[in-house]
């Protein structure tokens, strides 16, 4: 079908949705990477934290049986304990968190920074976009993902409860530190064997998220011979610009005819218009060559002006195909073109005594 989008994006068209910031994305990679680095993170720091959050409850327990009127001061000062035990716990993995999903997502978008994608978009406020994207195939993936996460989170949540299921009851016997640790490492084994399966599934909604960005790219034939009449030109157009750039090319040639000293010619298939200027090339120079009908014209224009014309056929081709136009010819051709020189300057000698 005519318009039917089955060709790949060109790379223009993959440059300009990136201009757009338009760029494909898997969240879940962002989500399980910045969930797995935080919680290592917190079983590294977990005997720190938990060693601030002993002392500061120790010390607001004490206060809370000896203080019995808090004032304006006092209140500033409890505000300014509590701020830095957050900032001692809970800073750095925060800190973590943006860090690590600022990088999976500038790995994935190749450090994109586009400022069209903030500006405003009637149509993200259009109830009509948005009630065909609640029903759209994507949402639906979306939907069987979530379903799909949450079915393996209970399931392995079960499966590791279960063999604890013993244990649990004694830490009410332990000490604070003792219990958190315990209960820390339970948490850590649910997240190894969750993060090991969502690893997975991200990189399959990698690849999903890059064959639906590849899907809504497609262009049909029409467009990519539009984006190629606005880059490379109407070939038409093309066309017709080289062919008056050409006729004008021939026309300084054509010019030029009257100033050689010699034309050699094959006999009418080729014609090849020679000049020497010692003064300014170190060898003699074509300033014009033609072929059939461009060949009769510089024989015609050289008869007209009397440059001397000579018929060689091997040494015409030869040059034609040798030597570009106003290019010193190759030292290969200086004994003949030498040869025929020379007879011209001893005829204008003669002409001229």
């Not at 990136?18 to 494909?24: A, D, H, L, T, Y």
């Not at 327990?61 to 509590?82: F, H, K, N, P, Q």
């Not at 599934?201 to 960005?213: I, S, T």
Request: aromatic share 10%; with cysteine; glycine share 4%.
């Amino acid at each position: 079908m005519p318009g039917e989008k089955t060709e790949k994006a060109t790379p223009k068209r993959k440059q300009d949705e990136r201009k757009k910031g338009n760029v494909f994305l898997s969240q879940e990679v962002v989500t399980v990477f910045t969930l797995l680095a935080v919680f290592y993170l917190l079983k590294m720091l977990m005997p720190f934290i938990l060693s601030t959050l002993e002392g500061s409850i120790g010390h607001y327990a004490e206060l809370g049986a000896r203080v019995s009127t808090i004032t304006y001061d006092s209140l500033r000062d409890y505000l300014i304990d509590c701020v830095i035990v957050f900032a001692k716990t809970a800073v750095l993995p925060l800190l973590v968190c943006c860090i690590v999903a600022t990088l999976a997502t500038m790995a994935q978008t190749k450090l994109l920074v586009s400022p069209k994608a903030f500006k405003f978009k009637a149509e993200r406020i259009n109830p009509l976009q948005g009630f065909k994207k609640m029903f759209s195939m994507r949402s639906v993936v979306e939907l069987l993902k979530s379903l799909l996460k949450i079915v393996i989170l209970i399931y392995v949540v079960y499966s590791v409860i279960k063999s604890e299921v013993f244990t649990i009851p004694r830490m009410m016997d332990m000490e604070f530190l003792g219990a958190m640790s315990r209960v820390g490492d339970i948490i850590m084994e649910i997240v190894l064997k969750a993060g090991v399966i969502f690893v997975f599934l991200a990189a399959a909604d990698y690849m999903y998220q890059w064959y639906e960005y590849e899907k809504n790219l497609r262009m049909s034939k029409q467009e990519i011979k539009d984006e190629y009449k606005q880059t490379e030109g109407d070939p038409q157009i093309k066309g017709r610009l080289r062919s008056i750039q050409q006729q004008r090319a021939r026309a300084r040639m054509i010019q030029a005819v009257p100033e050689a000293d010699v034309v050699i010619r094959n006999p009418t298939h080729f014609a090849i218009a020679i000049k020497y200027d010692p003064e300014k090339n170190r060898a003699p120079v074509v300033v014009a060559k033609g072929m059939d009908s461009l060949a009769l014209r510089i024989i015609a224009v050289a008869e007209e002006n009397g440059v001397y014309i000579t018929e060689n056929r091997p040494l015409a081709r030869a040059l034609y195909e040798s030597v570009e136009l106003n290019a010193e010819i190759p030292e290969k051709f200086y004994k003949a073109i030498a040869e025929v020189l020379a007879f011209v300057y001893s005829l204008r000698k003669k002409e001229l005594s």
